[in-house]
């Protein structure tokens, strides 16, 4: 039982260039969730979603795209990467049972540094 | 728009003290209170999850309290060691908890 894996764990992107962060969870988990972690903050919402085929934006959708065609995966895309979009980002699964969220679990993240 | 904050912002404490963290939250109308640690260059894991109906959680040396009423939380935490020395971070769980606030964490060190 892996947990929440992601991959690459570092990546330099060029400005302009696009690029996609991988996600995939083992535990069956219905719910999947992306952050971004800038220095010295806390964890903002990008995008969840609570089941293959649904998504929906958090408070920082903007320069990214999202899909969920499987439960385990759940992919990031970055189109036209930013500066600004130089962060850590974070994968994380939760079950939801009889109307309960249950914890969050995250994987290790990925740095990107947009140069 | 939910809004969290922790107080301190770093704390330093000799081994063997026992500590608080703070947690405040603008919106009381929250479904869910955790906290997570995180390590250096690591992930989240998760400590303490407390549902809205409940006032606290216990964990091991580890106790969450919540007050909705007043939009806080606390995490104390008894007979530190440096293990748990890490970033603590809290967050507010709105639509049925699944979409979390996090405040932007409190830096503890434990001295040995």
């Known amino acids: 039982n892996a947990g929440v894996t992601q991959t690459p764990k570092f990546r330099i992107l060029k400005i302009g260039q696009s690029m996609t962060l991988q996600c995939t969870q083992d535990m069956n988990h219905n719910y999947m969730y992306w952050y971004r972690q800038d220095p010295g903050m806390g964890l903002k919402l990008i995008y969840y979603s609570v089941g293959a085929g649904i998504t929906d934006k958090g408070e920082v959708p903007n320069g990214y795209n999202v899909s969920r065609s499987t439960t385990e995966d759940f992919p990031l895309r970055l189109e036209l990467a930013a500066p600004s979009q130089t962060s850590v980002y974070f994968c994380a699964s939760s079950g939801h049972r009889a109307g309960v969220t249950e914890t969050q679990y995250f994987g290790p993240g990925t740095r990107l540094l947009v140069l | 728009k939910q809004e969290v904050t922790q107080i301190p912002a770093a704390l330093s404490v000799p081994e063997g003290e026992n500590l608080v963290l703070n947690c405040s939250f603008t919106d009381s109308a929250i479904y869910n209170l955790q906290w997570f640690r995180q390590d250096p260059g690591k992930g989240l894991t998760s400590l303490l999850l407390?549902?809205?109906?409940?006032r606290e959680q216990t964990s091991g040396r580890l106790n969450a309290s919540l007050d909705k009423s007043s939009g806080r939380s606390t995490l104390y935490i008894a007979a530190s060691q440096p293990g748990d020395s890490a970033t603590y971070l809290c967050?507010?769980?709105?639509?049925?908890?699944?979409?979390?606030?996090f405040g932007e964490g409190t830096q503890l060190t434990v001295n040995p």
């Open positions: 967050a507010a769980g709105e639509t049925s908890g699944s979409r979390l606030t």
């Open positions: 407390i549902q809205s109906s409940q």
